[in-house]
């Protein structure tokens, strides 16, 4: 057991490292970084931004029902987070191993006395870990913003609402990083990953079209329904339990994927 934390830690490491080294990872960054901020901009400054909002209600001189301003910000926030993450999380995934396709060194990685299992969770860790420091300046600005709320939001809305969106986060690179094992293009790895979170994302859609039973339980695999119950604060345990299977999905059906590349090589 303590060779196995000792070589996820080591390939967590060397992970993260690689990203932090990495031009295109801090382009994907910055492009990130300006689009939500120009989006909490809007959020609060727009001509249909909060402020304007309570600008409008307090000259009609309406006070019911009461805005939580603060919670609200929180949840347009937090969804704008999720939604534009769909699309960055992809490209910080597609390299994950497809890299190592691509450079030869994968038959290496795959015939290493290192686990299959151990290689995949530390992957998942560092670009895990990665996203989450992309986050960090945005939730000051998201801090800063609810700072002089009043009533300032519960501790546990906020719990909930960021859980669920790192929650997200390693569901949508845990699957990524699948994808990535499968092919040695890049591009490719991005594209299918972003189809397929896609379709995650809206199948409740989908599900309702169907109906009845087969529908209802189709919309349980939606990345959207669970996210949205996590955001607006409901403990709901079925959407721990999805995010959680979502992620060990992905690393076991990566391990499998490079198990079956070194039985190919064997």
């Not at 993260?16 to 970084?33: D, E, G, K, M, N």
């Not at 009461?66 to 993450?85: H, K, T, W």
């Not at 969770?121 to 600005?141: A, R, S």
Request: some cysteine; hydrophobic content about 55%; glycine content about 8%.
């Amino acid at each position: 057991m303590l060779v196995m934390i000792s070589n996820i830690v080591a390939i967590y490491r060397k992970e993260l490292q690689s990203y932090f080294a990495s031009p295109l990872a801090y382009a994907i960054a910055t492009v990130f970084w300006l689009i939500t901020g120009f989006f909490l901009i809007a959020i609060l400054l727009g001509d249909g931004g909060l402020i304007a909002q309570i600008g409008q209600r307090d000259q009609a001189g309406i006070t019911e029902p009461p805005i939580d301003v603060a919670y609200e910000f929180l949840q347009m926030f937090l969804r704008l987070m999720g939604s534009l993450s769909l699309f960055v999380l992809p490209a910080l995934s597609m390299g994950l191993y497809a890299e190592e396709r691509k450079r030869g060194t994968l038959e290496l990685l795959a015939t290493s006395p290192l686990t299959n299992w151990a290689v995949a969770t530390g992957k998942l860790l560092g670009v895990l870990t990665f996203y989450t420091t992309m986050l960090m300046p945005l939730l000051l600005c998201e801090a800063i913003a609810l700072s002089a709320s009043t009533p300032p939001v519960p501790p546990a809305v906020l719990l909930l609402g960021h859980g669920g969106l790192i929650l997200l986060a390693a569901a949508v690179l845990s699957l990524g990083m699948f994808i990535s094992s499968l092919t040695e293009s890049t591009i490719l790895s991005a594209i299918l990953t972003f189809a397929l979170v896609l379709f995650l994302w809206a199948i409740d859609v989908v599900a309702l079209t169907i109906g009845g039973p087969f529908g209802s339980a189709l919309g349980q695999l939606s990345l959207l329904t669970h996210y949205t119950n996590l955001v607006k604060g409901v403990f709901d345990s079925s959407s721990l339990v999805m995010f959680f299977s979502y992620i060990v999905l992905g690393v076991f059906l990566t391990a499998q994927s490079i198990d079956a590349l070194r039985y190919q090589r064997s």
